[in-house]
């Protein structure tokens, strides 16, 4: 499975974006979706997840109730709905593709895209 994320850029804060990552291959809803972030000098960290089917959804606590996560199985994309931006909310955020249900932990993510950035102004 190939990843392209994209949809990033700059907000202000209090401000929407809606990244989304479409996959390549025919294989797209066998895999559960999570996106993560990474800002300078951090780790990478948990934002959301999305179950096969996208019946089922997890989020970071930093995130729920202002970023949602879906996905679309025909069209081989996971959207992240980021609402209410917060300057500790930039960092550069990454879709990924993992055989593991709703994993919080990157070791359980088997395919990354290439990350997208969100600026978020104050």
């Known amino acids: 499975v190939q990843l392209q994320a994209s949809g990033g850029g700059l907000v202000q804060a209090g401000g929407s974006l809606r990244p989304s990552c479409e996959a390549s291959?025919?294989?797209?809803?066998?895999?559960?979706m999570g996106w993560f972030r990474q800002a300078p000098g951090k780790e990478r960290e948990f934002v959301a997840a999305?179950?096969?089917?996208?019946?089922?959804?997890s989020s970071a606590d930093s995130v729920k109730g202002r970023f949602t996560i879906s996905r679309d199985n025909a069209k081989n994309t996971v959207y992240l709905q980021m609402n209410s931006l917060k300057p500790e909310d930039q960092a550069v955020y990454y879709c990924?593709?993992?055989?593991?249900?709703?994993?919080?932990?990157?070791?359980?993510?088997?395919?990354w895209g290439q990350g997208t950035q969100v600026t978020v102004s104050s």
């Open positions: 291959g025919r294989t797209f809803s066998s895999y559960s």
């Open positions: 999305i179950s096969r089917s996208g019946g089922m959804t």
């Open positions: 990924a593709a993992s055989l593991s249900v709703l994993s919080r932990s990157t070791r359980e993510y088997n395919y």
